[in-house]
């Protein structure tokens, strides 16, 4: 079992910044590949960005040029880099992990086994 702890959520004004960190503090065997899904009010969980192993990254089309996903491998933390924010990004921000299988990780729910409680991100207009 993996625990993941999220923070930095909150509300800013479009065009702001923020900065999501997730670490799974009790676990310490391996690199974990990791990623960011959101989920809005009435809408399904969408994969927002993920990063594998090696550092390959991939993020869904709405974020590219404005999101960025790094990890620190050796504490497994996982951050996301969020600027230019959008009302349209408002949402529940949830961090997920998987012990990184033979495959990359992609920006499929059903890639990640392991979940946090979420943090909520609210851009207003």
């Known amino acids: 079992q993996v625990r993941l702890e999220e923070s930095g959520g909150g509300s800013v004004q479009a065009g702001g910044s923020l900065r999501l960190s997730c670490a799974a503090p009790?676990?310490?065997?391996?690199?974990?590949?990791m990623g960011w899904f959101r989920q809005a009010p009435g809408k399904e969980r969408e994969g927002v960005a993920v990063?594998?192993?090696?550092?390959?990254?991939k993020y869904t089309d709405s974020v590219k040029g404005r999101f960025t996903i790094s990890k620190d491998s050796y504490r497994n933390i996982v951050y996301l880099q969020m600027n230019s924010l959008k009302p349209e990004d408002t949402a529940k921000y949830y961090c997920?992990?998987?012990?990184?299988?033979?495959?990359?990780?992609?920006?499929?729910?059903?890639?990640?086994?392991?979940w946090g409680q979420g943090t909520q991100v609210t851009v207003s207009s």
């Open positions: 997920a992990a998987d012990l990184c299988p033979s495959l990359p990780v992609t920006l499929r729910v059903s890639d990640f086994p392991y």
């Open positions: 009790l676990y310490t065997y391996s690199s974990l590949c």
């Open positions: 990063i594998n192993r090696d550092g390959g990254t």
